[in-house]
Structures are given as C-alpha cells and as structure tokens.
T-cell receptor, first 109, second 116 residues
Framework: GQQLNQSPQSMFIQEGEDVSMNCTSS?????WLWYKQDPGEGPVLLIA?????ELTSNGRLTAQFGITRKDSFLNISASIPSDVGIYFC?????????FGAGTTVTVRA | DTGVSQDPRHKITKRGQNVTFRCDPI?????LYWYRQTLGQGPEFLTY????????KSRLLSDRFSAERPKGSFSTLEIQRTEQGDSAMYLC??????????????FGPGTRLTVT
C-alpha cells in the first residue's frame, strides 16, 4: 500500500491563484520527486529533490525537501488552466519509487 | 530522444487469456521499471531491470506475471491467465543510473488493461 500521504486530496484553482500541496511520510527518504499526470497518460517528472532543506524551482513550480526528510511540498504560482491534472509526490531511497495517492487539481467554474 | 514508449496503449481481454505488453525505454537508460496503477491511486512498483538483469520483484508480482529484458533494451511484461483484478494501467519507466544516486525515472504513456 501507499506509504505517503498527500494533501489536499483535491483542490479547485482559479486562474492566477497560487496553490500549495504537500506530502508526508512515516519513513525517511533520500530523494523526493513530484510528477503530474493527465488523464490516460503516464506521469511526467516536474521536480527532483536530493537534499534535506533543498528548495528547487522549475518555472512557476517550487518544491522543497523537508528538513526531517519525511515531507515535501509543491507550490504552483500564478496558476493557468493547463495546470489541471493529478500531482503525485514520490519518495525513494534506491531503485523503487513510493507514490502518494495524488492531489487532483481542477479549475473552479 | 523520443522518450519511453509502450505498446499497446489499450488492451481488452477476456478473463483467462494471456497478454503481453512491450516497453521501449529512453535509449541510453540502463534501468527499466514496471509499475501498476489502479484508479485513484499512485503507481505501485512491480519490478525493475538493470541492463538485462531483473534485480527486484514486488510481492504484487504474482507467479502469473513475468517480465523480461532480453538484450538490455526493450522489455516485455506478460500476464498469464488474466483475472478481473489485473485490470489497471501498466506503466513503464526508465532511468540512467551512474552510481551517483540520481533516481529520476521517466515514464511512458502506459498500457490500459481491461479484463472482462
């Protein structure tokens, strides 16, 4: 089963808003990764984090590797309609990625 | 570089039939992984290869499942005597492991299996 807890499970965004989501684990990980998945497609790697406390950006995305190595968060600034999708966090200590259940981002009507 | 490709994208089969999926990784990547994803969940690890050697298999991989990577390039995942519980998205990923601790895995588009 899943070791990682993602919150919120779902969120609605309005264009231009900043959004945040996080991921916590009962286990320590050496690597945290964030992926985005569109319906019917495979996950696409957004950001990889390798060091506790590390803050990394990729365009409008910013992610942080928690100091305890048991959590990570992802921020999306100035959201746009194509940001909708499911965002997954994944932790790894070696070859295997352990995924959370995802945060579903939907556009607010 | 065309990324990870998987074939077929969709497969519908009747319970009890055998199915085989193919994955072509990013060409210079030495590691290849198989994951399974059910609705509303994140992907779950099944198995992985370093070059042609299968180094780890999850408990999720029952004896009806077999994976190969005969020449260290493409891989196949076969499911024998399919069951309705096998219905899922089967994802392949690849990575380049140089011993530097980089675990960035790049996923293919997946094969959606429906067992009727």
């Amino acid at each position: 089963g899943q070791q990682l807890n993602q919150s919120p499970q779902s969120m609605f965004i309005q264009e231009g808003e900043d959004v945040s989501m996080n991921c916590t684990s009962s286990s320590i990980f050496n690597t945290w990764l964030w992926y985005k998945q569109d319906p019917g497609e495979g996950p696409v790697l957004l950001i990889a984090l390798y060091k506790a406390g590390e803050l990394t950006s990729n365009g409008r995305l910013t992610a942080q590797f928690g100091i305890t190595r048991k959590d990570s968060f992802l921020n999306i600034s100035a959201s746009i309609p194509s940001d909708v999708g499911i965002y997954f966090c994944a932790g790894s200590n070696d070859y295997k990625l352990s995924f959370g259940a995802g945060t579903t981002v939907t556009v607010r009507a | 570089d065309t990324g990870v490709s998987q074939d077929p994208r969709h497969k519908i089969t009747k319970r009890g039939q055998n199915v085989t999926f193919r994955c072509d990784p990013i060409s210079e990547h030495n590691r290849l992984y198989w994951y399974r994803q059910t609705l509303g969940q994140g992907p779950e690890f099944l198995t992985y290869f370093q070059n042609e050697a299968q180094l780890e298999k999850s408990r999720l991989l029952s004896d009806r499942f077999s994976a190969e990577r005969p020449k260290g390039s493409f891989s196949t995942l076969e499911i024998q005597r399919t069951e309705q519980g096998d219905s899922a998205m089967y994802l392949c990923a690849s990575s380049l492991e140089l011993g530097t601790g980089s675990y960035e895995q790049y996923f293919g588009p997946g094969t959606r299996l429906t067992v009727t």
